[in-house]
C-alpha cells in the first residue's frame, strides 16, 4: 500500500458543497506508480455520446469510464490525488455533485475545476482527467 497523507492546512478553507468535502487541499504520497489517466469525456464502448444535454448523466459516464481506465493500471478511486476537471457549466457541474460522489465518495484528491467555453465536441459538457498512485 502507497503511504497517503490528506492535509487540511490551518489558514485554508475547506470546499464543502452538500454536506461533502469536495478535495484536500494538499495530498502527499510516499513514491510509488504513477498512473496518468487522460482527460475522460462521456462516450460508452461504443464512441457514442452518453447523456447529451444531461449533466448528471454525463458526469456518472466520465467517472465510470476513470473507473475502467485505473482497474485496467490496477488502481481504484482511493488512489487519485490529482483531478482536474473541465466543464462548460460550472454551476451544473457542482449542483450533481453526488453523482460524482457515487464514485469517489470520501476519497479525497487535490482537485481543479475550471469553466471552459467549449470541449472538443459541443455535446460534451464535462472532461476529467486524473493522476493516482499506487504501490510499484
Known sequence: MVERQNIFPEGLSKR??????????????????IVFVSGTLSRNDKAEIVGKGDMRAQIRQVFSNISIALAAAGATWSDVVKRQTFTTDIDAYFEHIDARMEFCQDDLSTSTAVEVRRLSHPDFLVEVEVIAVIKA
Open 16 to 33: 464543502v458543497v452538500k454536506g461533502k468535502v469536495l478535495y484536500a487541499p494538499v495530498v502527499t504520497v510516499v513514491p510509488g506508480k
